[in-house]
């Protein structure tokens, strides 16, 4: 299937993506809420399964309805595999070992596997050369971004690390897979309730034998409100979006939100919990900006081009 994937994104798309970066990147606020009373494995469960009541209320409301044939219910079932059950499973195991700022950095790199991914298995989102530079000038600014604590910390739990890089490159797979619902004349609505829903009918059973929630204690107000936010803003909302960047930037510009998360992620923190902006986080940006402009190459080609005839002074 030919995609709009190659060209630079139209400042509509850029808007979605940076909507979709705030949405995710509030979800480690929620997060951090949400795991005080309950598990790491009941919170995803609440949150897909909670976003896919949300959605199915809102598919209803809008008169939307889902596919019912079996084929693109495979195909839901394996993207909830790929973008939900496998990466969300790794990272909880990864972060049980390793520190959140390794594993931002891990994850990050979810765009440079995507890159590769898209090259091997599209006609349409090959490798260049301003790609790849934009890929390690995004990588290197969420590393500055992160800090060096983080960054001496790599090499350290390997397994835990390896299990943070297959979770990108899960994500970075899911975002080929999920190319194939525009082809199937899904809409970004129906794709991501059928994602969620799908994910939540697999992980269920997984959550059931290894939290066992009906021993847990009662989750409080402010627990309930961050698997509200979670499940409405961080994956129902964030999920529509995320399909309708795919449909049409495509998926090596979609991968582009995990260089966007950090800087909203930190940004949320300044606004909501008085967090300090160190200059750290300022080069960092800048690093991401500059990758995020090579990938685009909006900017390249403004430059002027080089004739034949012109000449280096001696």
């Not at 930037?249 to 992620?265: D, E, I, K, Y």
């Amino acid at each position: 299937m030919s995609q709009p994937a190659a060209r630079p994104m139209s400042p509509a798309e850029w808007a979605m993506l940076i909507a979709l970066s705030l949405l995710w990147g509030g979800s480690f606020f929620f997060n951090g809420l949400a795991v005080r009373d309950l598990p790491t494995l009941t919170v995803v469960v609440c949150r897909v399964s909670l976003a896919a009541l949300v959605l199915i209320a809102i598919c209803r409301i809008a008169g939307v309805r889902l596919p019912r044939a079996p084929r693109i219910w495979a195909a839901f079932f394996g993207m909830g595999l790929l973008n939900n059950v496998i990466p969300f499973s790794l990272i909880v195991w990864g972060q049980s070992h390793i520190a959140s700022g390794v594993a931002s950095i891990l994850n990050a790199t979810t765009p440079l596997f995507t890159v590769l991914v898209a090259h091997v298995l599209t006609r349409d989102e090959k490798l260049t050369p301003p790609r790849l530079a934009g890929v390690a000038l995004g990588l290197a600014g969420v590393a500055v971004m992160i800090g060096g604590g983080a960054m001496a910390a790599l090499g350290r739990d390997v397994l835990a690390q390896l299990a943070c890089l297959a979770a990108a490159l899960s994500y970075a797979f899911a975002g080929i897979f999920g190319r194939r619902f525009r082809a199937l004349g899904v809409a970004p609505l129906a794709t991501a309730t059928g994602q969620v829903t799908a994910a939540s009918v697999m992980l269920w059973p997984l959550m059931l034998l290894i939290d066992r929630p009906w021993t847990l204690p009662l989750p409080g107000p402010e627990t309930l409100g961050a698997l509200a936010g979670l499940a409405v803003l961080s994956t129902a909302l964030a999920y529509v979006l995320y399909f309708r960047i795919l449909s049409s930037a495509g998926a090596t510009n979609l991968s582009l939100v995990t260089f966007l998360v950090p800087v909203s992620a930190i940004i949320l923190g300044i606004a909501v919990l008085d967090e300090v902006l160190a200059p750290r986080h300022l080069a960092g940006m800048a690093l991401i900006a500059a990758g995020l402009a090579a990938m685009d190459g909006r900017i390249l080609r403004l430059l002027p081009a080089r004739r034949p005839d012109d000449r280096s002074p001696e």
